[in-house]
């Protein structure tokens, strides 16, 4: 196969695109991709300072070495989860990136920040890991890009995981997802000034554009040493197992996530946009991030804030939560 753009030797072939690229167009490619979604879904401006939340891996390495090379004020985050060999690798991989970029790199541990792993957390609380860890990095990244003042947090979501997210949420019908699936959120401020303000700062995700198998090969090609391995804890992870399948039905026909997710962006998100929880939000009275305000007469307390109590409480008194084991499946 040959370049589509120069017809030299094509080193990739993009299927839903019908195109091969050299290595130096296919480059030119994946950038053109994250530029034209920056511009689309209007994510940010170039005065903007941005706060990248990084994994070690490969979408998050890339797409912070996209921005860094156009030029942005990219700074990179790595949560330290705790998850033994595995977050070590990772951190290592984050640092080595900066150092080669000579780009600034926060990094925050959450053993340090609260007293607990995420392996721990899975313990204490009788939850799957994956829930957990989601929840916190949520709640740290907004955390973090709110105390060191950056007004957007970029996350590394590529085209596979959104699309991958996308039917999960129209399998469970989970409408309120629906409504806030979006490459670009922008920031949310609730309650009145002062105290009562809470803010979830404005989220975008450049990278929908490209596939995951797309953002291996540029992360390849530009040399970036990006940790391979997947996390341990993934085993179960429902999103995975949504991942194969859309896979699957890609390589039967070229172009159906990207298809199914942008026809979704077109036709159908606005219809869940309204589908917002009746309670309104409101800070935590105990750490003041945004939350629910049901009308039960309890102090607003946040997801995060409760879990961590959950935690807290079941280490003292030396008990683990419930198993969350998988369903057994009737026979
Ligand atoms: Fe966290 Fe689960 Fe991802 Fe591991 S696989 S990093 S536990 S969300
Ligand atoms: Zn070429
Ligand atoms: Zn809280």
Redesign the pocket.
Known sequence: MKCKVCSEHAVIDVRRHNAGFCQSHFIDHIKAQVVKTIKEFKMFEPEDRLLIAV?GGKDSLAIWDILLDLGYDATGFYLD?G?GG?STRSKEASVRFADERGAKLIVRSLQQEHGFT?PEL?RLTGR???S???LN?RYEFNRAALEEGFQVLVTGHNLDDEVATLFGNVLHWQTEQLGRQAPMLEERVFGEGGDAKTVLVRKVKPLVRVAERESAAYAVLKGIDYIVE?????EG?TQ?RYKEAMTMLEEASPGTKAQLYFGFLKKASHRFKEEEADAPVVPCTSCGAPTLQWDDGKLPICSFCKTKTLAERNKLEGKTGAPQGRRRRRR
């Open positions: 994994s989860l998850i595995y995420v899975s799957v890991p994956c957990g860890c989601g990095k997947e996390c341990p804890m993934v992870n995975h």
